[in-house]
T-cell receptor, first 113, second 114 residues
Framework: GQQLNQSPQSMFIQEGEDVSMNCTSSSIFNTWLWYKQDPGEGPVLLIALYKAGELTSNGRLTAQFGITRKDSFLNISASIPSDVGIYFCAGQRGNQGAQKLVFGQGTRLTINP | GAGVSQSPSNKVTEKGKDVELRCDPISGHTALYWYRQSLGQGLEFLIY????????KSGLPSDRFSAERTGGSVSTLTIQRTQQEDSAVYLC????????????FGPGTRLTVT
């Protein structure tokens, strides 16, 4: 079953606002990833984090890998309408070869124009 | 280039029937993964393949679920004697294999069991 706790479950914001969501785990993951899923599509990778404490940006997105390797957060600055969707965190225990992903429950982002 | 494709995109079946879901991975990707996404939930790992072998089947919910991969390419997920709780979106992903992180997902097959 799910081992990652993601919060909040949903967010309703105004266009232009900043967004923050986070993910925690009771066990260690060696890699953390953040995905976005649009309706009717599969998840698309946004950011991958490989080292504890790592802070990585991708445009308006910033994500951090917690020092304990049990948590991560994702920030979106100056939100725009195309940011609407469901955001998932995912963890991977190993960092070599094929590895399954463990997903959080998702954060549904809605933007009011 | 072409991404991961899945067929059918939608499948409605009666309880008790068998269904087959197909995944065509990105050409050259040696690793292939199956996940299940129930309504409003995150993705749940089912099984993955490295080449034609399945090192990890731990996520398959019951012995009604099976999967195979042939020629290191196409994979089929089979659900026998479907139940209503099997209704979900079944997602396939593939990766180069040396780095499982870069998993590219297909659009999924939405299965509805009536």
């Amino acid at each position: 079953g799910q081992q990652l706790n993601q919060s909040p479950q949903s967010m309703f914001i105004q266009e232009g606002e900043d967004v923050s969501m986070n993910c925690t785990s009771s066990s260690i993951f060696n890699t953390w990833l953040w995905y976005k899923q649009d309706p009717g599509e599969g998840p698309v990778l946004l950011i991958a984090l490989y080292k504890a404490g790592e802070l990585t940006s991708n445009g308006r997105l910033t994500a951090q890998f917690g020092i304990t390797r049990k948590d991560s957060f994702l920030n979106i600055s100056a939100s725009i309408p195309s940011d609407v969707g469901i955001y998932f965190c995912a963890g991977q225990r190993g960092n070599q070869g094929a590895q399954k992903l463990v997903f959080g429950q998702g954060t549904r982002l809605t933007i009011n124009p | 280039g072409a991404g991961v494709s899945q067929s059918p995109s939608n499948k409605v079946t009666e309880k008790g029937k068998d269904v087959e879901l197909r995944c065509d991975p990105i050409s050259g990707h040696t690793a292939l993964y199956w996940y299940r996404q129930s309504l409003g939930q995150g993705l749940e790992f089912l099984i993955y393949f490295q080449g034609n072998s399945a090192p990890d089947k731990s996520g398959l919910p019951s012995d009604r679920f099976s999967a195979e991969r042939t020629g290191g390419s196409v994979s089929t997920l089979t659900i026998q004697r479907t139940q209503q709780e099997d209704s979900a979106v079944y997602l396939c992903a593939s990766s180069p294999g040396d780095r499982g992180l870069k998993q590219d997902f297909g659009p999924g097959t939405r299965l509805t069991v009536t």
